[in-house]
Protein backbone atom coordinates (compact mmCIF):
# COMPACT_ATOMS: atom_id res chain seq x y z
CA UNK A 1 0.00 0.00 0.00
CA UNK A 2 0.83 3.75 -0.34
CA UNK A 3 -0.46 5.92 1.66
CA UNK A 4 0.08 10.41 0.87
CA UNK A 5 0.37 12.80 3.58
CA UNK A 6 0.11 16.26 2.43
CA UNK A 7 0.74 19.64 4.01
CA UNK A 8 0.84 23.71 3.11
CA UNK A 9 -2.63 24.72 2.64
CA UNK A 10 -4.22 27.69 3.91
CA UNK A 11 -5.74 30.96 3.38
CA UNK A 12 -3.82 33.78 1.24
CA UNK A 13 -5.04 36.66 -0.42
CA UNK A 14 -5.44 36.66 -4.68
CA UNK A 15 -2.42 37.09 -5.87
CA UNK A 16 -0.51 35.50 -3.31
CA UNK A 17 1.45 32.16 -3.03
CA UNK A 18 1.51 28.40 -1.44
CA UNK A 19 3.04 25.77 -1.62
CA UNK A 20 1.93 22.40 -1.46
CA UNK A 21 3.85 19.37 0.01
CA UNK A 22 2.86 15.80 -0.28
CA UNK A 23 5.01 12.61 1.06
CA UNK A 24 4.55 9.26 0.17
CA UNK A 25 5.49 6.25 2.04
CA UNK A 26 4.82 2.49 1.94
CA UNK A 27 5.33 0.66 -1.06
CA UNK A 28 6.14 3.36 -3.21
CA UNK A 29 8.34 1.65 -5.72
CA UNK A 30 5.26 0.67 -8.13
CA UNK A 31 4.39 4.41 -8.53
CA UNK A 32 4.42 5.63 -11.89
CA UNK A 33 2.68 9.12 -11.56
CA UNK A 34 1.85 11.63 -9.21
CA UNK A 35 -0.25 14.67 -8.97
CA UNK A 36 -2.97 17.06 -7.75
CA UNK A 37 -6.30 17.04 -7.95
CA UNK A 38 -8.92 19.48 -6.57
CA UNK A 39 -12.51 20.01 -5.67
CA UNK A 40 -14.12 23.40 -5.04
CA UNK A 41 -17.71 23.29 -2.90
CA UNK A 42 -20.67 21.97 -5.40
CA UNK A 43 -17.95 20.83 -8.00
CA UNK A 44 -16.34 17.68 -9.48
CA UNK A 45 -13.02 16.88 -8.44
CA UNK A 46 -10.82 18.02 -11.43
CA UNK A 47 -7.14 17.20 -12.51
CA UNK A 48 -4.62 20.12 -11.06
CA UNK A 49 -1.39 18.93 -12.36
CA UNK A 50 0.34 15.61 -12.97
CA UNK A 51 3.85 14.08 -13.22
CA UNK A 52 5.10 11.07 -14.66
CA UNK A 53 7.94 8.95 -13.33
CA UNK A 54 9.81 10.07 -17.09
CA UNK A 55 9.05 13.34 -16.28
CA UNK A 56 6.43 14.25 -18.27
CA UNK A 57 3.95 16.84 -17.42
CA UNK A 58 0.24 17.66 -17.30
CA UNK A 59 -1.62 20.55 -15.89
CA UNK A 60 -5.21 21.98 -16.64
CA UNK A 61 -5.74 24.76 -18.55
CA UNK A 62 -6.76 27.21 -15.78
CA UNK A 63 -3.26 26.69 -13.87
CA UNK A 64 -0.69 26.48 -17.04
CA UNK A 65 2.00 28.99 -16.33
CA UNK A 66 0.55 30.01 -12.94
CA UNK A 67 0.89 26.48 -10.83
CA UNK A 68 4.20 24.35 -11.05
CA UNK A 69 4.32 20.31 -10.09
CA UNK A 70 8.12 19.14 -9.07
CA UNK A 71 8.84 15.42 -7.68
CA UNK A 72 11.50 14.79 -5.33
CA UNK A 73 12.19 10.96 -6.21
CA UNK A 74 14.65 10.63 -3.40
CA UNK A 75 12.77 12.11 -0.97
CA UNK A 76 9.39 10.59 -2.07
CA UNK A 77 7.81 14.05 -2.36
CA UNK A 78 5.97 15.79 -4.60
CA UNK A 79 5.32 19.41 -4.50
CA UNK A 80 2.91 22.30 -5.60
CA UNK A 81 4.09 25.60 -6.59
CA UNK A 82 0.89 27.71 -6.17
CA UNK A 83 1.30 31.38 -7.86
CA UNK A 84 -0.81 34.21 -8.86
CA UNK A 85 -3.39 32.09 -6.57
CA UNK A 86 -7.06 33.63 -7.87
CA UNK A 87 -10.39 33.06 -6.13
CA UNK A 88 -11.65 30.20 -8.16
CA UNK A 89 -8.73 28.05 -7.14
CA UNK A 90 -10.09 28.04 -3.59
CA UNK A 91 -11.10 24.13 -3.05
CA UNK A 92 -9.55 20.85 -1.18
CA UNK A 93 -6.38 19.81 -2.87
CA UNK A 94 -5.44 16.24 -3.03
CA UNK A 95 -2.56 14.10 -3.75
CA UNK A 96 -2.76 11.39 -5.80
CA UNK A 97 -0.59 8.71 -6.94
CA UNK A 98 -0.85 5.39 -9.17
CA UNK A 99 0.58 2.45 -9.30
CA UNK A 100 0.37 -0.94 -10.89
CA UNK A 101 1.16 -4.27 -10.08
CA UNK A 102 0.33 -7.31 -11.93
CA UNK A 103 -1.32 -5.42 -14.52
CA UNK A 104 -3.77 -3.80 -12.39
CA UNK A 105 -3.58 -0.43 -11.48
CA UNK A 106 -4.09 1.12 -7.97
CA UNK A 107 -5.05 5.37 -6.41
CA UNK A 108 -4.06 6.30 -3.82
CA UNK A 109 -5.23 9.75 -2.17
CA UNK A 110 -4.30 12.10 0.55
CA UNK A 111 -6.38 13.28 2.60
CA UNK A 112 -6.32 17.13 1.35
CA UNK A 113 -5.74 19.93 2.40
CA UNK A 114 -7.71 23.34 2.44
CA UNK A 115 -6.43 25.70 0.16
CA UNK A 116 -8.37 29.33 0.28
CA UNK A 117 -8.09 32.59 -1.71
CA UNK A 118 -10.09 35.53 -0.62
CA UNK A 119 -9.52 38.94 0.27
Known amino acids: QVQLVESGGGLVQPGGSLRLSCAAS????????MGWYRQAAGNQRELVAT???????NYTDSVKGRFTISRDNANNMVYLEMNTLKPEDTAVYHC?????????????WGQGTQVTVSS
Open 96 to 108: HAAERRFGIKYNY
Open 26 to 33: GRISGIYV
Open 51 to 57: STNGGST
